[in-house]
């Protein structure tokens, strides 16, 4: 079982992949019939659905007939690209990580049978597989069990059925990028971190790096401490479309001095980079700075990997001209860490999305 670098705890499993036939269900539906899912593994489906562990099925079945069972049995709706059919279950499972784009070390199998089992573990070995017997003690251990269930992994599944329809709209659009963002009727908020979001913006500035500004993590200790300064914004971007949510796709932490606005940190999701969210993010901010008022200084530090960021910044109109209010801001620790500078105006909303934001003029 592979163990994350540094604190012992295995990989986190991402999706669960089900055999059907006496693991899911009990009997064989082909031969009984008739099957029935015991109430602890019903449960099971959806406890780690409640964690944001995706789930999906290999099974050797009719996919029509499987199909509507899962259906009549109520637990269609929990499976994300079941692979039903009657080939290798080994090319299933790597089909629906590959789809996921996840590691196989973060996908599990669970089959009763262990000729299966064996085949999956030969051609995907990095897939950790089980028993059918094991079926109702998986939420006990440790790698289906995620410190923190954040608010945007209680619905991961419904994230990601709406992102394949996305896709798949996408791949049928005809015209250029804009116009496919346009059909979107994508509506970006920025808002206030509250309590519950809190655990997705640590996690965005812990695992965000290409869009991250700085690099720095931000603990959970150190952002409620800041949400409860009145010199401090801590702000959280959403996105949704006419597919579904996004989910929280940015954070951006913001000092308020009297003359000038300190940008600390800005992180945004990968995911959403075609979007143009974070230089929606950054001309909003611009915009607010422009009422109050104010200049805005922003901290960047080159991370080897956020050069995109830098780019961000730079197209913004951030630049490393002197200015006295630039003074005003104690200068960051480390020397690698640029402060750049940016008079505020006013700034129009994108055309492609409409903003909901608070008002921090």
């Known amino acids: 079982m592979s163990a994350d670098p540094g604190d012992g705890r295995p990989t986190l499993v991402k999706c669960l992949v089900w055999d059907l036939d006496d693991t899911l269900w009990k009997g064989t539906l082909l031969e009984d019939g008739e099957v029935r899912v015991p109430d602890e593994v019903r449960d ?8 944001g562990v995706l789930q ?8 029509d007939q499987a199909w509507a069972r899962l259906e009549r049995l109520g637990l269609a709706e929990y499976f994300v690209l ?5 080939g290798p279950k080994s090319e299933s499972v790597r089909a629906i990580a590959d789809r996921l784009n996840f590691a196989h070390g973060a996908v599990a199998f ?3 049978q262990p000729i299966e089992r064996a085949e999956v573990e030969y051609g995907v070995p990095e897939v950790r597989c089980y028993t059918a017997e094991q079926a109702a003690s998986l939420p006990e251990l440790p790698e289906f069990s995620p410190e923190v269930v954040t608010v945007d992994a209680r619905h991961r599944r ?10 798949a709209a996408r791949s049928e659009f005809g015209g250029p990028d804009e116009g496919f963002l346009r059909s979107l009727d994508l509506v970006m908020g920025i808002g206030r ?16 790096s290409q869009m991250n500004a700085t690099g720095v993590h931000y603990s959970d200790a150190t952002l409620r401490s800041l949400v409860t300064d009145p010199a401090h914004e801590v702000l959280v971007t959403t996105l949704t479309d006419r597919f579904g949510p996004h989910g ?6 913001v000092e308020k001095c009297a003359a000038v606005w300190h940008l600390k940190l800005l992180a945004t999701s990968c995911r959403v980079v075609s979007f143009g969210v974070g230089a929606a993010v950054l001309n909003w901010l611009v915009d607010q700075a422009a009422r109050a008022g104010v200049h805005l200084v922003a901290d960047f530090r080159p991370t080897g990997r956020n050069r995109i960021m830098e780019i961000a910044y730079r197209f913004a109109g951030f630049t490393e001209e002197p200015c006295a209010c630039r003074d005003a801001v104690p200068r960051p620790s480390g020397a690698d860490v640029q402060r750049l500078h940016l008079v505020s105006e006013h700034r129009e909303a994108p055309a492609t999305m409409r903003v909901e934001a608070v008002d921090l003029a």
């Open 44 to 51: 099971v489906v959806l406890e780690l659905d409640a964690r």
């Open 56 to 63: 999906s099925v290999a099974s050797k079945n009719d996919h």
């Open 82 to 86: 079941p692979r039903i059919g009657w």
């Open 110 to 112: 669970i089959d009763d």
């Open 158 to 167: 419904h994230m990601y059925l709406a992102g394949f329809e996305r896709d």
């Open 193 to 208: 971190a509250g309590v519950e979001e809190l655990s997705r913006v640590e996690e965005l500035t812990l695992r965000t």
């Open 248 to 253: 929280a796709v940015g954070v951006a932490l």
